[in-house]
């Protein structure tokens, strides 16, 4: 089955600046979510980006994805304190079913 | 905001007990799911609801659980009769349509003994 899959980093930064992180597929999709996890609490809606789509914005976040890479890419512009959790892409699969898979997520410690 | 909310946060059952894990989705949605994340792991799809029916389940979402809408706002995750390894965090979710945002509940952190 298709799965989300960050690249396997832990990332430490210092208060004000940015953050990237990546996400790679295996299959087509219709959709890629990302979401923000606090230590051991519930999973936060980020941003959805939809397979026509090449950039997406809000607030302080930035998604991109190339679908012929078959990857995407989040960035937390001017990092704080509070944006330390963890970080998951989620794909929904073009063609049928509505079942996000999860990548591993990545680790963000943003230092003050 | 409309959330979604979880009852209870925690439930610790002893192996081979039923549970039931409780959601009220945000209102308006039509769409439902549940999913789990044992500790370390990725969180993991198992079923989602439309319509008041079942449309897609995994292969972890076996014979011994169930789901089921009991009125116009709950939503709900049973477990027969529970074993050690489905001791996890269950999210449940929410959808306003098909491909939209999938938005969590905090979890029920279920600890099976």
């Known amino acids: 089955s298709q799965q989300g899959e960050e690249d396997p980093q832990a990332l430490s930064i210092q208060e004000g600046e940015n953050a990237t992180m990546n996400c790679s597929y295996k299959?087509?999709?219709?959709?890629l979510q990302w979401y923000r996890q606090n230590s051991g609490r519930g999973l936060v809606h980020l941003i959805l980006?939809?397979?026509?789509?090449r950039e997406k914005h809000s607030g302080r976040l930035r998604v991109t994805l190339d679908t012929s890479k078959k990857s995407s890419s989040l960035l937390i512009t001017a990092s704080r304190a509070a944006d330390t959790a963890s970080y998951f892409c989620a794909t929904v699969p073009q063609g049928g079913n509505n079942r996000l898979a999860f990548g591993k997520g990545n680790q963000v410690v943003v230092i003050p | 905001e409309p959330e979604v909310t979880q009852t209870p946060s925690h439930q610790v059952t002893q192996m081979g007990q039923e549970v039931i894990l409780r959601c009220v989705p945000i209102?308006?949605?039509?769409?439902f799911y549940w999913y789990r994340q044992i500790l370390g792991q990725k969180v993991e799809f198992l079923v989602s609801?439309?319509?008041?029916?079942?449309?897609?389940k995994s292969e972890i979402f076996d014979d011994q659980f169930s789901v089921e809408r009991p009125d116009g706002s709950n939503f709900t995750l049973k477990i027969r009769s529970t074993k050690l390894e489905d001791s996890a965090m269950y999210f449940c979710a929410s959808s306003w349509k098909r491909d939209y945002e999938q938005y969590f509940g905090p979890g029920t952190r279920l600890t099976v003994t």
């Open positions: 609801f439309y319509n008041n029916e079942i449309s897609e």
């Open positions: 209102s308006n949605h039509l769409y």
């Open positions: 299959t087509s999709i219709n959709n």
């Open positions: 980006i939809r397979s026509n789509e």
